[in-house]
């Protein structure tokens, strides 16, 4: 006979989960001790629950699949929050299983308790709690369907005193449905949208990740159309890579020729994205969009015609509608104009692209940290990097390095916080990843003000040897928001971090680390550090004066922002 704690970790087992996150306690230990005798199922417990969250998170992306975390009564599970937010805005399926105070005591305003059905409201697609044996397995069944059918966060909360009940004699076990079947549009729509492109009209595509399992089909259609192809920043994965139609990305990170492909088109197709960014998508123009999700469509601009449904059942049968047309100087200068600037971009991180410069500064200064240049650390992680790396990114200027300069071949994979936004994802996510295949490299792109949020969890890198790499832009600033700043007319202000030594930091918590000051150590420190099976911090002190385009004397020039004059900037570059 089993217990419900038993029966939930036996079912989760049985699907597939590999890895259980959080920290132990309480209510929920009749959980922790079924993993402990369950053999298929890891349990990593982590130094703070949002680790746990984000892990869970970035495991779901990767794997299309279940996810789960757990937090304990009141602020254990509290501290899921920003996490599940995170998994929540990038419809990815996890459970987190939340303790809570005995039955007897919940609505006493008992020690921690906290109304978990009310917290979580908002972050899940299901949110319930379990009150006696006999709502097992049917309360587990619904929490996961929820998780998987509605790609979001499902929260099943166990009080103390059930997880260890009985289940009944005979109780069948738990059922998961299997995923919806994709379909196409309507036929109407998708017909609708062929006429709307007619035969000459100049073509833009902006293509999410809601695309990436329709690669063939979209190049397909960026071919038929002599169309150039503007990815949003999730999309490089799985779509950047052997693509002649790519022209980079648009918005905050974006370039001028992804910037002027959209603006010079007649038509722009957006397919599989929900880019939020509505001061970049030009208005004007006939727009297409479709999403298997309706609440996506047009809710960023106005479309002109609509197509619900999955990207490559609607694709493959939109493209036989669809005249042909040979390339023009729409794409010729879109791809000219990139490939110009992608060369420009790489200069940057050439060894001697600042020697005079840091000739001037070490005449002025014995200490020539903040010397090196993002670019070129971006540059020097792709150069070493294996060609299935997993990377992960901090929100800040350590994604826009990765995005610029690391492009994704066929088997690398992107996790970030790219839609909640959150500082200090990186590092779980990383933890997340190499938790899956420990054998896989993953790399982690770290901001020094995201790492020192959750530091503490280095230290779970090591317990549970996971051996990613931990590679810090160490600028001492909080980037981004001293740009914004600057664009914004006001002088920098709260965003100088006084940072320990890194590398002295990480290597107390047990990894193997290194600090780099010059750039000239810069290649060979990335080296070895990649080729490290071992959990590893490379600190890298680099230019918190790093100017992102050529040509430009200042940094508040150097980004685009959701404004008027940021996006001059990025059109003129």
Same mark, same amino acid.
């Given at each position: 006979?089993? @217990?419900? &704690?038993?029966?939930?970790?036996?079912?989760?087992?049985?699907? /597939? +989960?590999?890895?259980?996150?959080?920290?132990?306690?309480?209510?929920?230990?009749?959980? @922790?001790? &079924?993993?402990?005798?369950?053999?298929?199922?890891?349990?990593? /417990? +982590?130094r703070h629950e949002e680790v746990a969250a984000f892990a869970a998170s970035a495991q779901a992306q990767l794997t299309g699949d279940l996810a789960v975390c757990m937090g304990t009564v009141g602020p254990g599970s509290i501290h899921l929050l920003n996490g599940l937010y995170d998994a929540k805005k990038s419809h990815a399926p996890v459970l987190a299983i939340c303790g809570q105070v005995p039955l007897a005591e919940v609505g006493t305003d008992f020690f921690q308790e906290v109304d978990n059905n009310r917290l979580f409201s908002d972050v899940a697609v299901f949110a319930e709690t379990v009150t006696s044996a006999e709502q097992m397995p049917q309360l587990l069944e619904r929490a996961v369907n929820a998780a998987l059918g509605g790609r979001g966060v499902a929260v099943l909360t166990l009080p103390g005193d059930?997880?260890?009940?009985?289940?009944?004699?005979?109780?069948?076990?738990?059922?998961?449905?299997?995923?919806?079947?994709?379909?196409?549009?309507s036929s109407a729509a998708i017909q609708d949208a062929a006429d709307a492109i007619g035969a000459d009209a100049k073509v833009t595509l902006l293509v999410g990740c809601g695309a990436r399992a329709a690669r063939a089909e979209v190049l397909s259609l960026a071919e038929t159309l002599a169309a150039p192809m503007v990815l949003t920043l999730k999309a490089k994965e799985g779509l950047e890579h052997d693509n002649p139609y790519a022209v980079g990305q648009t918005g905050l990170i974006g370039n001028p020729a992804a910037t002027s492909a959209m603006e010079d088109a007649d038509v722009l197709v957006l397919v599989g994205t929900d880019f939020p960014y509505r001061d970049w998508i030009p208005t004007g123009k006939t727009v297409i969009q479709l999403d298997s999700r309706a609440e996506h469509v047009g809710r960023r601009t106005a479309v002109t015609h609509a197509l619900v449904g999955d990207a490559r059942a609607t694709l493959r049968t939109l493209l036989p509608l669809l005249s042909s047309r040979e390339p023009g100087r729409h794409l010729q200068k879109a791809?000219?104009?990139?490939?110009?600037?992608?060369?420009?971009?790489?200069?940057?991180?050439?060894?001697?692209?600042?020697?005079?410069?840091?000739?001037?500064?070490?005449s002025k200064a014995d200490n020539p940290d903040e010397l090196i240049r993002p670019e070129a650390v971006a540059v020097a992680i792709d150069r070493h990097a294996g060609p299935d790396t997993i990377f992960t990114s901090d929100t800040g200027m350590s994604t826009v390095w990765l995005a610029r300069l690391?492009?994704?071949?066929?088997?690398?994979?992107?996790?970030?916080?790219?839609?909640?936004?959150?500082?200090?994802?990186?590092m779980p996510m990383a933890l997340g990843a190499q938790a899956l295949d420990r054998d896989r490299q993953v790399v982690a792109f770290c901001g020094d003000g995201g790492l020192m949020m959750l530091l503490g969890d280095l230290r779970t890198a090591v317990t549970y040897n996971l051996p990613a790499t931990f590679v810090v832009f160490n600028n001492g600033r909080l980037g981004m928001v001293k740009l914004e700043q600057e664009q914004g007319g006001l002088p920098e202000f709260g965003t100088v971090l006084d940072n320990p030594d890194l590398a002295a930091v990480g290597a107390a918590l047990g990894l193997t680390t290194r600090r780099v000051t010059d750039p000239h150590d810069l290649d060979e420190a990335v080296a070895q550090a990649l080729a490290a099976r071992t959990p590893y911090l490379l600190d890298v002190v680099t230019n918190p004066d790093e100017i992102a385009?050529?040509?430009?004397?200042?940094?508040?020039?150097?980004?685009?922002?959701?404004?008027?004059?940021?996006?001059?900037?990025?059109?003129?570059?």
């Open positions: 006979m089993s @217990t419900v &704690a038993e029966l939930i970790v036996e079912a989760l087992a049985n699907h /597939g +989960v590999s890895s259980v996150w959080g920290v132990v306690g309480d209510a929920l230990n009749p959980v @922790t001790d &079924a993993i402990r005798r369950e053999d298929r199922v890891e349990w990593i /417990g +982590v059930v997880g260890g009940l009985e289940v009944a004699k005979g109780t069948l076990p738990p059922r998961f449905v299997p995923p919806a079947h994709p379909a196409a549009a791809q000219e104009r990139y490939g110009e600037w992608m060369q420009a971009q790489r200069k940057l991180a050439e060894p001697g692209h600042d020697e005079s410069l840091l000739g001037r500064l070490r690391v492009p994704m071949s066929n088997n690398r994979r992107l996790v970030g916080s790219f839609n909640l936004g959150s500082m200090a994802n990186a385009v050529p040509g430009r004397t200042k940094p508040s020039q150097a980004w685009g922002f959701a404004i008027a004059k940021a996006k001059e900037h990025i059109v003129s570059a």
